[in-house]
Nanobody, 123 residues
Framework: QVQLVESGGGLVQPGGSLKLSCEGS????????MGWYRQAPGKQRELVAT???????DYADSVKDRFTISSDNAKKMVYLQMNSLKPEDTAVYYC?????????????????WGQGTQVTVSS
C-alpha cells in the first residue's frame, strides 16, 4: 500500500523557521507532482505549494518569498522549508502527491494524502 508520512511539525515562535518532510513508501513507479496543503482551524484545506517532476514550483500568495518547496524523486521525498513564520501559518500541513503506482499489478495514476503534521506559530 502506498503511503505518505509527514514529519517536522511543531511549535515555533513568530519569525522562526521549520522544515517539513514527507516520505512516500510502497510501490511507487514514478512521481507526477508533489505538494503541501494546510488546513487552519475553522478553515478549508488550501494549497501551499507544489512541485512537478521537472522542478517547476507554484506557491500560494500568502507564502511566497517565505516558503520553499523541494523534492528528491529518487528518495520519494518532498520538503517544505518555512521561514519567517507567522501566527496565521498555524495549521495542519498535509503532504500530497500524484503518483504512478502499482495497484494489484496494474500501474495507475493516483492522488495520495498524508495524515498531516501540526504546525503552531505562537509566542
Amino acid at each position: 500500500q502506498v503511503q505518505l508520512v509527514e514529519s517536522g511539525g511543531g511549535l515555533v515562535q513568530p519569525g522562526g523557521s521549520l522544515k517539513l518532510s514527507c516520505e512516500g513508501s510502497g510501490n511507487i513507479l514514478s512521481i507526477n507532482t508533489m505538494g503541501w496543503y494546510r488546513q487552519a482551524p475553522g478553515k478549508q484545506r488550501e494549497l501551499v505549494a507544489t512541485i512537478t517532476s521537472d522542478g517547476s514550483t507554484d506557491y500560494a500568495d500568502s507564502v511566497k518569498d517565505r516558503f520553499t518547496i523541494s523534492s528528491d524523486n529518487a528518495k520519494k521525498m518532498v520538503y517544505l522549508q518555512m521561514n519567517s513564520l507567522k501566527p496565521e501559518d498555524t495549521a495542519v500541513y498535509y503532504c500530497n502527491a500524484n503518483l504512478r503506482t502499482l495497484i494489484n499489478t496494474f500501474p495507475r495514476l493516483r492522488t495520495y494524502w498524508g495524515q498531516g503534521t501540526q504546525v503552531t506559530v505562537s509566542s
